[in-house]
């Protein structure tokens, strides 16, 4: 009886110490912000007086800087917060689009004795490509005043050791340049890893390795700074530029990989037992689980590009992606309904890429509308080209259909972007059908060529180099048992 005596004493004790110190608390905060009130609004305006002198001396440097400055220090708190968070995200979400997105697709298209091979591609490629980015892939493509290439400015990305606040003010204003910094390496991460989708099967993991490397920085780095550099040729005419647009990556990313893809395709030459043996998808499950990730991801990819969340850039863009991405994802399917008599789901996998891909350089700049018809017309014509086209022609071996969705897709898309680009939409788009301006799609016609011509002849010639040197092909015998056991040591059971 005592014990229970003690044991209820105890549990009243307990309570009244659970509920008392909270009113305590507040009894205490409320006494304390009392007293602290004369001293808080002291505190306040000493604040705003030191920030008013500290806006006037900012507006003041800013007026002094020379014309060509490229990038300034800001106070931490006075770049844009929410910019920033939405520009980190995004980059996550493109980071994500690679590993495992991409990786995943990849994978389940190909037979069960490359798969973890396929799986290392956009794993080994990942890694590599942002260790050279932070090297001098990013001043390169983003930094210096050259039409053609950066410079060496940011080797090591040594600027940034002493300043994390740094803002590249020609790109990425209110937001730090490590932000801006990271949101481009997952974009030059993703990019050159699509091209393994043209030599699954087949490619040495060294020569891999090495290719990625010399491509990222021979071929993706000057493009990059061609379309999307300040000072770049084919780029904004505000610095000089052509004035093509590409606003997320249609010829800079998808058709600059496709066409490597195809340069690689023919390269390597065809797959042993094409034609002849099964090469049905091990797991079309991983295939449709990666290209969501790739649906999802590509918000960042599409809406980040935006580089901004303030106004309605960035939702303009998000809108037009998803709509796009579903009608082109009908659009492959109801191809298929009528050609096969079946919609598969690799088709509609490989549907929704392709409406993402030629969204991709008009999401920022066409209005819904626009954005419903470029959809339809990538299911369409992506569907005939990576299924029918390449059997026709029947010169390469585009193994999972990187020229077909990625090249051609990006070409439409590029295209269509002058037909579909409105001012008002975008104040620095003048499209034909809605502005009148047909001249834009001399613009966009050009840059595709450009894209084309730059990237044909850099991919052959490092491949060419590869090729005679190390070599880029593995043997029969390896590509018979499986590139897993005898590249990696490993096999799926």
């Known amino acids: 009886m005592k014990l229970a005596g003690i044991q209820?004493?105890?549990?009243?004790?307990?309570?009244?110490?659970?509920?008392?110190?909270?009113?305590?608390?507040?009894a205490q905060n409320t006494t304390n912000a009392a007293a602290?009130?004369?001293?808080?609004?002291?505190?306040?305006?000493?604040?705003n007086a030191t920030n008013t002198t500290n806006a006037t001396n900012s507006a003041?440097?800013?007026?002094?800087?020379?014309?060509?400055?490229?990038?300034?220090?800001?106070?931490?708190?006075?770049?844009?917060?929410?910019?920033?968070?939405?520009?980190?995200?995004?980059?996550?979400?493109?980071?994500?689009?690679?590993?495992?997105?991409?990786?995943?697709?990849?994978?389940?298209?190909?037979?069960?004795?490359?798969?973890l091979a396929t799986l290392a591609q956009s794993f080994g490629a990942t890694a590599v490509i942002t260790v050279l980015w932070m090297?001098?892939?990013?001043?390169?493509?983003?930094?210096?005043?050259?039409?053609?290439?950066?410079?060496?400015?940011?080797?090591?990305?040594?600027?940034?050791?002493?300043?994390?606040?740094?803002?590249?003010?020609?790109?990425?204003?209110?937001?730090p340049?490590?932000?801006?910094?990271?949101?481009?390496?997952?974009?030059?991460?993703?990019?050159?890893?699509?091209?393994?989708?043209?030599?699954?099967?087949?490619?040495?993991?060294?020569?891999?390795?090495?290719?990625?490397?010399?491509w990222l920085l021979l071929v993706y780095c000057p493009i990059a700074h061609w379309v999307w550099g300040a000072h770049g040729w084919l780029g904004t005419n505000s610095n000089g530029g052509l004035g093509a647009l590409d606003f997320a990556g249609g010829t800079v990313v998808h058709l600059n990989a496709g066409t490597a893809g195809l340069v690689t395709a023919l390269m390597l030459g065809k797959r042993k037992g094409l034609g002849t043996e099964n090469f049905a998808p091990f797991n079309p499950a991983y295939a449709i689980i990666g290209a969501s990730l790739l649906w999802v991801g590509w918000f960042g990819f599409n809406?980040?590009?935006?580089?901004?969340?303030?106004?309605?850039?960035?939702?303009?863009?998000?809108?037009?992606?998803?709509?796009?991405?579903?009608?082109?994802?009908?659009a492959w399917m109801g191809m298929e309904w009528l050609i096969a008599k079946k919609p598969t789901v690799i088709g509609m996998a490989s549907g929704a890429v392709a409406g993402l891909v030629a969204i991709t350089p008009a999401s920022g700049f066409v209005n819904p509308m626009g954005a419903l018809i470029i959809g339809i017309a990538a299911g369409v014509v992506c569907y005939?080209?990576?299924?029918?086209?390449?059997?026709?022609?029947?010169?390469?071996?585009?193994?999972?259909?990187?020229?077909?969705?990625?090249?051609?897709?990006?070409?439409?898309?590029?295209?269509?972007?002058?037909?579909?680009?409105?001012?008002?939409?975008?104040?620095?788009?003048?499209?034909?059908?809605?502005?009148?301006?047909?001249?834009?799609?001399?613009?966009?016609?050009?840059?595709?060529?450009a894209v084309f011509v730059y990237c044909g002849i850099g991919t052959f010639i490092i491949l060419a180099v590869l090729?005679?040197?190390?070599?880029?092909r593995v043997s029969e015998d390896v590509e018979i048992e499986g590139l897993d056991i005898n590249l990696h040591g490993e096999v799926i059971q």
């Open 60 to 115: 003041a440097t800013a007026a002094a800087a020379p014309a060509n400055e490229t990038s300034q220090t800001y106070p931490k708190d006075n770049n844009n917060s929410g910019d920033d968070a939405w520009m980190l995200t995004s980059s996550v979400l493109v980071l994500m689009m690679t590993i495992p997105g991409l990786a995943l697709f990849y994978a389940g298209m190909v037979r069960k004795k490359n798969v």
């Open 467 to 472: 090729k005679y040197t190390i070599g880029i």
């Open 177 to 214: 340049e490590t932000t801006y910094m990271f949101f481009q390496m997952t974009f030059a991460i993703i990019t050159p890893a699509l091209i393994a989708g043209a030599l699954a099967d087949r490619m040495k993991y060294s020569a891999f390795l090495l290719f990625m490397a010399a």
């Open 36 to 47: 602290n009130a004369p001293a808080a609004a002291s505190n306040t305006a000493d604040a």
């Open 384 to 449: 005939y080209a990576a299924v029918h086209m390449k059997k026709a022609l029947g010169w390469y071996d585009d193994a999972l259909d990187c020229w077909g969705v990625h090249g051609i897709g990006g070409a439409l898309g590029a295209i269509l972007t002058g037909v579909f680009a409105s001012n008002k939409i975008n104040s620095s788009a003048h499209g034909w059908l809605i502005d009148g301006n047909f001249h834009q799609m001399i613009l966009q016609l050009i840059d595709v060529v």
């Open 303 to 330: 809406a980040g590009s935006a580089v901004e969340s303030h106004d309605g850039q960035a939702g303009m863009a998000a809108a037009a992606t998803q709509i796009a991405t579903a009608a082109a994802t009908l």
């Open 8 to 26: 209820r004493l105890a549990g009243l004790a307990i309570a009244a110490m659970i509920i008392g110190a909270p009113l305590a608390a507040s």
């Open 135 to 175: 090297i001098i892939g990013y001043s390169l493509a983003f930094r210096g005043s050259g039409k053609y290439i950066g410079d060496l400015s940011y080797l090591f990305l040594s600027p940034l050791n002493g300043d994390i606040n740094i803002a590249n003010t020609d790109l990425a204003p209110t937001i």
